[in-house]
């Protein structure tokens, strides 16, 4: 026995395939429901901050968007980490630095601190336990199950609003913001010592039945990020995921605003919006459920279809506030809100896999980053420069028509 081998890796039989990766499936679901809940609890926290130290909007605001657009921007050398050290390492690097960066953020004194720590460092460590990493893991034990794999993973987004947003709001009615941000950082720190005690060898190692993958490892098609930026695959998948979260951002971050405007109450409006994150994991589901029947390329666009229909009902809810229209928006929009992200995401693993898959994808990924934080950013704009709502429906609209336009042109998408 190698006595480099760490405890928790030692294995004197070793478990079913089947077993182990749904091992794998729920520490890659737990990491983000995490991840993604500690990113989005901003939102509860930005009254009381900006109540705290007499900041606008538009200040405590900045905090939010560069939590994400440093997430996305972030991608490529989480990949490339991941590649080199293994998934220890990097999901070991994200919990300690979500640790300490709440606990920097719950004795801050001035934005440029809220900014460095809840902005730039969280932004970090979710992508260091986010997408990335999981998306490469996964496809080392799911294979061509990758897309439904990662439509319950990409279901933590809603499972994260919807456990850690209320629990926020209860521990900054009862301990007060800084106390809340204290216990955020200590349960992420604690959390550090199980993590490390995981079967990591065992988990990065794979399913010996995936296909394409030997007793050595998994078999290099040559790529490297070079190579795939010179093909137009790679610059497909990265403006389609560019342009869908400019999309889905330039929306996002005013519908609850919107809403309260056409007529519905504060309570109702915030409400409606938090059921999305339900109707999201079903809405994962069903889109990679209906891969595996339809094929890839018409499940896609049929997300894209819905979408646009959510987005229409929304727009029609300032004319016509009804309880029907506010289902629908909620159900279409929401549903399909990252629906596109498993299959999109299953689709790079394969066209570019190899040993540097993780590199590759990062880098696309960071489409998704900038859109998310353009997306937000030029929506606000928009709503300012005009005082009206209807600009910002319309360039939603045309950034999901750009960003399901590959699936549509180009062959490698098609097929």
Known sequence: MDKSTPPGDTLTKLPKPARVALNVLALCFTLSVLGRGLGESFTVFLKPISENFGWDRAQVVSVYSLTWLAGGLMAPLVGRLFDRSGPRTVYSLGLALLGGAFLVAAHAQALWQFQLSVGLCVGVGIALIGTVPNSILLGRWFGPRLPTAMAVVYSATGAGILILLPASQLLIERIGWRDAYQLFGTVALLL???????????????????????????????????????????????????????????????????????????????????????????????????????????????????????????????????????????????SMIGSRGPLITATALNIFRGQRVGTIFGTISIGSGLGSGLGSWSGGLIHDWTNSYNPLFAFALINVVLGLIPFLVVPALRR
């Open 192 to 334: 550090l010592l199980p993590l490390l005690m995981l079967p990591w060898r065992l988990f990065a190692t794979g399913s010996p039945h995936i296909p394409g993958k030997s007793d050595a490892g998994f078999v290099d098609s040559g790529w490297t990020l070079k190579s795939a930026m010179r093909h137009h695959v790679f610059w497909a998948l990265f403006f389609t995921f560019f342009f869908t979260a400019v999309a889905m951002y330039a929306i996002t971050a005013q519908i609850v605003a919107y809403l309260i405007d056409a007529g519905f109450p504060p309570l109702q409006a915030a409400t409606a919006w938090g059921f999305s994150g339900v109707v999201l994991v079903f809405g994962m589901l069903g889109v990679s459920t209906l891969d595996g029947i339809i094929g890839r390329r018409p499940s896609v666009l049929f997300s894209y279809g819905v979408s646009i229909a959510g987005i229409i009902m929304l727009w029609l809810l300032q004319y016509y506030p009804n309880f029907w229209l506010l289902t629908g928006f909620v159900v279409c929009f929401g």
